[in-house]
């Protein structure tokens, strides 16, 4: 079984190519933003141009752009290849990569995960020890996520601020973005079908009215 996994839900472009569980090849770049330009140019330079018996594919919650990017990538890459496409949860992927990481102390099980959102929020997770999410991915304002509390290991590319905002020195922030890497260690329970993306908050853009929907 070979599987590519693709994440563009962040500043990261990210993919790996898998057979079974073992890594073949992988390119993670942080980019911020261009991910349409560069995702299948660096999936068609891995090996047999990354052809997989199975797709892997984030949904975010994350930048809107990136998510939809990945999702309509993996759709076609699925379609041209006649395989499965798989989703999974963003933040589940930087929990995994926190447990993974060395260094983290024995005792810090649980993760709470802490990234960029838009408009100033954070995206903020909490994941028990089996990598299973404890609540569902919350948008909220800095001011907010601190009061919320957090477990002592903090992971994603907001984890030391969070830490910070806490004012507490037990909290352990690592600092980190999703890499495509890591998606086969995240457990098969968090891996769907529904390739329905996870925004996390309401899109910027308002739906247009329609002249049938003014009132007269």
């Known amino acids: 079984m070979r599987t590519l996994a693709i994440e563009t839900a962040t500043e990261a472009c990210s993919i790996a190519l898998f057979e079974e569980?073992?890594?073949?090849?992988?390119?993670?770049?942080?980019?911020?933003?261009?991910?349409?330009?560069?995702?299948?140019?660096?999936?068609?330079?891995?090996?047999?141009?990354?052809?997989?018996d199975r797709i892997l594919v984030s949904l975010g919650p994350g930048s809107f752009t990136g998510v939809r990017i990945g999702i309509a990538t993996a759709r076609a890459l699925g379609f041209a290849w006649g395989c499965d496409v798989i989703g999974y949860p963003t933040l589940a992927l930087v929990a995994t990569i926190a447990r993974a990481q060395a260094g983290i102390p024995p005792n810090a099980k649980e993760v709470t995960v802490c990234m960029n959102g838009g408009h100033g929020e954070w995206f903020v997770q909490d994941f028990d020890?089996?990598?299973?999410?404890?609540?569902?991915?919350?948008?909220?304002?800095p001011e907010a996520a601190a009061h919320q509390g957090s477990y002592t290991c903090i992971a994603?590319?907001?984890?030391?601020?969070?830490?910070?905002?806490?004012?507490?020195?037990?909290?352990?922030?690592?600092?980190?973005?999703?890499?495509?890497?890591?998606?086969?260690?995240?457990?098969?329970?968090?891996?769907?079908?529904?390739?329905?993306?996870?925004?996390?908050?309401?899109?910027?853009?308002?739906?247009?009215v329609t002249p049938e929907q003014v009132a007269p």
């Open 156 to 208: 994603g590319n907001r984890a030391s601020e969070l830490a910070q905002a806490q004012g507490d020195e037990l909290f352990q922030p690592h600092e980190t973005l999703p890499d495509a890497r890591f998606a086969r260690l995240l457990p098969e329970a968090l891996l769907t079908s529904d390739l329905s993306p996870i925004y996390g908050r309401a899109p910027d853009a308002k739906p247009q």
């Open 129 to 141: 020890a089996s990598g299973m999410p404890e609540s569902g991915a919350a948008s909220l304002a």
């Open 21 to 52: 569980t073992t890594l073949i090849a992988h390119d993670h770049r942080e980019i911020g933003r261009g991910h349409a330009e560069r995702l299948v140019p660096m999936i068609a330079e891995l090996p047999e141009k990354g052809r997989a």
